[in-house]
T-cell receptor, first 115, second 108 residues
């Protein structure tokens, strides 16, 4: 149980385009979903926390207009990277929680490459 | 398929040593990472092993055996602040696969 999927697993796009990444909890309802970004061999950086039906809470330094998060249902959250640039290339990882944060189940990650 | 297995919970005594094992089955293996996560916080990177052997960083050490598809995190001189969840994660050529985490309980 407690499986989280992400789609796509890998995406390559041109600079200036927008990319949408989906995060789904497959067998449970996630009250809270988290979005992380990871650079090679470095800690996951929490980007934002989203609760179903409400606006996401962004961490300091994360541009909310660039990284749009929608958590429309208890099983789906989306991250849209708008007007992507090469410096946005990274692993984006989501996690989902049943209980608001104490236990998180991670998705497999999405590798974004912006050319 | 691809999978990681680690114990869901481990209990140890303050000042002792504890080992958290991780076995994996993946393709395109690059390396094994360990993360620590305290309740309500983001995971913190602890270590990365790409080659077989033991890597030591202070009280924490991480081991990898690629031939056995196995690794472990060793925590020495346990302190109460080490109570947290510990995740192993396999880095492949196109993704990171996280284990479900091991909750470490430390008794005084």
């Amino acid at each position: 149980g407690a499986v989280v999927s992400q789609h796509p697993s890998r995406v390559i796009c041109k600079s200036g385009t927008s990319v949408k990444i989906e995060c789904r909890s497959l067998d449970f309802q996630a009250t809270t979903m988290f979005w992380y970004r990871q650079f090679p061999k470095k800690s996951l950086m929490l980007m934002a926390t989203s609760n179903e039906g409400s606006k996401a809470t962004y961490e300091q330094g994360v541009e909310k207009d660039k990284f749009l998060i929608n958590h429309a249902s208890l099983t789906l959250s989306t991250l849209t990277v708008t007007s992507a640039h090469p410096e946005d290339s990274s692993f984006y990882i989501c996690s989902a929680s049943l209980d608001g944060g104490d236990t998180q189940y991670f998705g497999p990650g999405t590798r974004l490459t912006v050319l | 398929g691809q999978s990681l297995e680690q114990p869901s919970e481990v209990t140890a005594v303050e000042g002792a040593i504890v080992q958290i094992n991780c076995t994996y089955q993946t393709s395109g293996f690059y390396g094994l990472s360990w993360y620590q996560q305290h309740d309500g916080g983001a995971p913190t990177f602890l270590s990365y092993n790409a080659l077989d052997g033991l890597e030591e960083t202070g009280r924490f050490s991480s081991f990898l055996s690629r031939s056995d598809s196995y690794g472990y995190l060793l925590l020495q001189e346990l302190q109460m602040k080490d109570s947290a969840s510990y995740f192993c994660a396999v880095i492949t050529d196109d993704k990171i696969i996280f284990g479900k985490g091991t909750r470490l309980h430390i008794l005084p």
